[in-house]
């Protein structure tokens, strides 16, 4: 009987090519996935949706006496800070850093906002002292009715610099 000889499949992969593009596979897999990670990381968080209706968008902070000059009071359900500055003024700024933002927090003993994330620092007004950030802290509308403060949180105010016009005046 004549032996029969095997012909080499030429539509088979070996093995050695197999795992020779499974590797490269790999790798590729994991370098969009690093890729994904760094963009994740560098973008800007999105921005919040808006309040549903009017009502939402107004946050009552309290009777104006509560506020004593010179003080900083954090709002955490309206995400900003409360600012009653020295002659009696009032400002709301937002507690997002303009540089990527991270949340920033007010520190009592050093007199600044200070962003945990990148060592940018706001004065008590919001203006930089310490960049990476560009421009000072965002900030809201603030009205006084019948000696009761009220923030209107439905779309932070951009600024570039500070200005006496954005303090809310009694």
């Not at 990381?41 to 919040?48: L, S, V």
Request: charged residues 25%.
């Amino acid at each position: 009987m004549p032996s029969r000889q095997r012909k080499p499949s030429s539509a088979k992969p070996s093995r050695r090519s197999f795992l020779v593009w499974a590797g490269i596979a790999a790798v590729l897999a994991a370098v969009a996935e690093a890729i994904w990670v760094v963009l994740s990381f560098i973008r800007p968080r999105p921005a919040r949706t808006q309040p549903r209706d009017a009502r939402d968008a107004i946050v009552v902070a309290g009777p104006e006496e509560t506020f004593p000059p010179g003080s900083v009071t954090a709002f955490p359900e309206g995400k900003f800070y409360l600012v009653r500055l020295e002659d009696g003024g009032f400002l709301a700024l937002h507690r997002r850093c303009t540089h990527l933002g991270c949340t920033v927090p007010w520190d009592a003993s050093a007199q600044v906002f200070a962003c945990p994330c990148h060592s940018s620092a706001f004065d008590i007004r919001g203006a930089v002292l310490n960049p990476p950030a560009p421009r000072p802290l965002d900030h809201f509308s603030v009205r006084v009715e019948n000696g009761i403060v009220k923030v209107d949180i439905s779309k932070p105010i951009r600024r570039r610099a500070f200005e006496p016009s954005q303090v809310r005046r009694l």
